[in-house]
């Protein structure tokens, strides 16, 4: 089993910043894709960002592209996702996840899950 912790969640202004942790412990050989997802108050979870710890590769959503990025610590094996200009819209539950195999911005692909932090942007 692998265990995922989320933290850094918290309100800020539009325009602000936060950064996001999540802690990767257990069977973290397992974890060789790690993705960030969010769901906002009565719509579907969605991908945000995603890291394969392999290859480096990273992915993102198109809502976050240029604003946010998703990083990893190997050694901690913590993966970060930096959020910058923050908007209203992006306020939602956000969601550390991590898969098994190849890169997936696929949520149902995903295999664990941490407990969610959330996110609020006032405008």
């Known amino acids: 089993q692998v265990q995922l912790v989320e933290s850094g969640g918290g309100l800020v202004q539009a325009g602000g910043s936060l950064r996001l942790s999540c802690a990767a412990s257990?069977?973290?050989?397992?974890?060789?894709?790690m993705g960030w997802f969010r769901q906002a108050q009565g719509k579907e979870r969605e991908f945000v960002a995603a890291?394969?710890?392999?290859?480096?590769?990273?992915g993102y959503a198109d809502s976050v592209k240029g604003r946010f990025t998703i990083s990893r610590d190997n050694a901690k094996m913590t993966v970060y996702l930096q959020m910058n200009s923050l908007k209203p819209e992006d306020t939602a539950v956000y969601y550390c996840?991590?898969?098994?195999?190849?890169?997936?911005?696929?949520?149902?692909?995903?295999?664990?899950w941490g407990q969610g932090t959330q996110v609020t942007v006032s405008s």
């Open positions: 996840a991590a898969r098994e195999g190849s890169y997936s911005e696929s949520s149902v692909s995903y295999n664990y």
């Open positions: 890291i394969r710890w392999g290859t480096f590769r990273t």
């Open positions: 257990g069977r973290t050989f397992s974890t060789s894709t």
